[in-house]
């Protein structure tokens, strides 16, 4: 059973048919006629289009599991991907969830823990603190840090509930909401402290694992392009990571992995501080990542398939020596949203889709003309993924596959995408965290308005 929507669940079921697995799709009302739904073998629905009554619910997907016989349950990402409550679940009811241990989910999934672990294994964080339950309480911990700094929410991820403070007045402003955010978002309020680093990448190890104590990494992927934190462009291998320190990440990364004997694929990720070239341990993310095509691409490996081999019990098919990463990927994140107006959601109808597959071009999408892009979901169409011998040829055919789409019926990131291609900081790789913020969206603003 696929227990997800749009590109992730296309990428399952195809991944499963090659497998020769059949395949059902849990579906929201909304989902019925989708791309997933017209692929699967069976499709089961599983209530209204809201998440909350459909995708997001435990035992409906559970319960549509063991009413359909599905021996094995898919995620995919988002959701109730790094929800314990389903594997547990699904542990109760003789399913195999294809992804890690609830106690690896619950362990990883509370940053402040995953911290502390990480610096009893001898590597390094970024300085911060433990929880803070108050506004008074945090006043003197974050003179202690420095500003400026972020806090950020303990149950956190995609950048919900995280805040900058450059000074103490912003934390009387940010503090209650950040843990109202949290608290709506994760259903746990709690916050902590984290110093923040201005000139900073944002670098992630593709880690891989099974029950029989074989982790393997697949090399780094570059995540720096945010924007709210949200990630809109990945790259294969990262433009800013000496060889030296790269080699030193994917060491720690297998190490916070052996240290919890983690199964199946995960992200182990690090900032890294340009100005120092020091990088300290970020989180890591217990499920298959919106971005790893790009280490597919690069490494000729499937992630997808190789979930389900060690789900079903079978060890890695892989060894350390068997990932030879080569070449340079890039994705771009297709979004039905209006960058103009503040990246405004767009959904509506599309009347027409012309997204090139071209050699050396990736396309992971459920669209189709004439596909209703619901308004209760992700905005994410489609990922565009290019491969070259080298980033400047990566580079230089993700540009013209871009200006080879055409997507008509609503509004996409498209023309911003392009925009970032043609861009002299990101062509030489001088980009940090928050560049695309603080420089491209202003540069981008002025250029449409001419």
Same mark, same amino acid.
């Given at each position: ?7 992730i669940?296309?990428?399952? !079921? ?8 059949k395949t ?8 019925r006629?989708? *791309?997933?739904? #017209?692929?699967?073998?069976?499709v ?11 995708? #997001?619910?435990?035992?409906a997907i559970?319960?549509?599991?063991v ?5 094995a349950?898919?995620?995919? @990402? ?10 547990e679940?699904c542990?109760r ?7 890690p241990?609830?106690e690896?989910?619950?362990q ?5 823990s995953?911290?502390? *672990? ?11 603190s433990? *929880?803070v339950?108050n506004?008074?309480?945090t006043?003197p ?8 700094l972020? #806090?950020k929410?303990?149950?956190g991820?995609?950048?919900?509930? *995280?805040?900058?403070a450059?000074?103490p007045e ?8 950040a ?6 978002a ?5 916050l902590? #402290?984290?110093?923040?680093i ?15 104590g074989?982790?393997?990494?697949l ?9 709210? @934190?949200?990630?809109?462009?990945e ?12 080699? +030193?990440?994917?060491q ?9 004997q ?6 182990v ?20 990542q919106v971005?790893h ?22 060890p890695?098919?892989?060894s ?5 990463p080569?070449?340079?990927a890039?994705?771009?994140r297709i979004n ?8 405004r ?5 599309i009347?027409?889709w012309?997204?090139?597959?071209e050699?050396? !071009? +990736? ?8 596909y209703?892009?619901?308004? @209760? ?20 055919r993700?540009?013209?596959?871009l200006?080879?789409?055409f ?19 990101? +062509?030489?790789?001088?980009i ?14 002025r250029?449409?308005?001419?």
């Amino acid at each position: 059973m696929v227990a997800n929507r749009s590109e992730i669940a296309v990428r399952i !079921i195809r991944a499963c048919q090659e497998l020769g697995i059949k395949t059902i799709l849990a579906a929201s009302e909304a989902d019925r006629e989708s *791309m997933p739904a #017209l692929l699967a073998d069976r499709v089961v629905c599983i209530g209204p289009p809201k998440a909350t009554e459909s995708y #997001l619910k435990v035992g409906a997907i559970v319960m549509a599991a063991v009413g359909t016989g599905a021996e094995a349950i898919h995620p995919g @990402y988002g959701f109730l991907a790094e929800k314990p409550e389903l594997p547990e679940a699904c542990s109760r009811y003789g399913i195999i969830f294809v992804g890690p241990k609830a106690e690896q989910i619950r362990q990883m999934g509370d940053k402040i823990s995953a911290r502390q *672990m990480a610096k009893n294994l001898g590597i390094l964080v970024i300085p911060g603190s433990g *929880m803070v339950q108050n506004l008074d309480e945090t006043f003197p911990i974050a003179e202690k840090i420095g500003y400026p700094l972020l #806090l950020k929410a303990a149950a956190g991820g995609g950048g919900r509930g *995280m805040k900058i403070a450059k000074k103490p007045e912003d934390l009387k402003i940010i503090f209650p909401e950040a843990h109202a955010e949290a608290q709506a978002a994760f259903g746990d309020g709690r916050l902590y #402290l984290e110093k923040f680093i201005p000139n900073a990448r944002h670098v992630e190890i593709q880690i891989i694992g099974d029950r029989h104590g074989n982790v393997v990494h697949l090399g780094e992927r570059d995540c720096s392009l945010q924007r709210r @934190y949200q990630k809109m462009l990945e790259e294969a291998p990262s433009p800013g990571v000496p060889p030296e320190t790269r080699k +030193r990440m994917s060491q720690a990364a297998i190490k916070i992995s052996q240290a919890i004997q983690y199964e199946s694929a995960g992200t182990v990720e690090f900032i890294l501080d340009q100005d120092s070239g020091k990088f300290y341990f970020l989180e890591m993310n217990t499920r298959i990542q919106v971005e790893h095509p790009v280490t597919e691409m690069t490494t000729g490996i499937d992630l997808v398939k190789e979930q389900i081999r060690v789900a079903a019990g079978f060890p890695l098919s892989l060894s350390q020596g068997d990932v030879r990463p080569s070449g340079h990927a890039i994705e771009c994140r297709i979004n039905a949203e209006f960058p103009r107006e503040g990246f405004r959601p767009f959904p509506g109808r599309i009347t027409d889709w012309r997204i090139p597959n071209e050699h050396g !071009i +990736r396309v992971d999408t459920h669209c189709y003309p004439g596909y209703l892009v619901p308004p @209760y979901y992700d905005s994410l169409l489609a990922k565009v993924i290019s491969l070259g011998q080298d980033r400047q040829e990566a580079i230089q055919r993700m540009q013209s596959a871009l200006e080879k789409c055409f997507v008509s019926g609503l509004e996409t990131t498209i023309p911003f995408h392009r925009f970032i291609l043609n861009h002299e900081d990101f +062509r030489k790789g001088k980009i940090h965290t928050r560049w695309l913020e603080e420089t491209l969206l202003e540069e981008y603003e002025r250029h449409e308005r001419n």
